[in-house]
């Protein structure tokens, strides 16, 4: 299982266990993803390490000053 963390702007979008489904963007040097509806997004990822699963199951949500993160996992 691959775990990746993505950031959430406002509580209460999704919930641990909930299956969320990705979409994938590309940036010139990396890949970014989004949970949809718009509910949070990864970092940028290096070419090298492009995700290619469309879903995923949240794992853990963590409250921190500058928003929500969440770690979700992926079947690949």
């Known amino acids: 299982m691959r775990l990746m963390e993505f950031k ?3 509580p209460d979008l999704v919930k641990v266990g909930d299956k969320v489904e990705i979409t994938e ?3 010139p040097s ?3 993803y ?3 509806p ?3 997004m ?3 990822i290096p070419l090298t390490e492009r995700l290619f699963a469309t879903e995923g199951q949240i794992m853990e949500i963590k409250s ?3 928003g929500y993160y969440l770690t979700v996992g992926f079947e690949e």
């Open 8 to 10: 959430m702007e406002r």
């Open 25 to 27: 963007g590309q940036l």
């Open 30 to 32: 990396s890949w970014y």
């Open 34 to 36: 989004t949970i949809e």
């Open 38 to 40: 718009a509910v949070a």
């Open 42 to 44: 990864s970092g940028n």
């Open 64 to 66: 921190s000053d500058v």
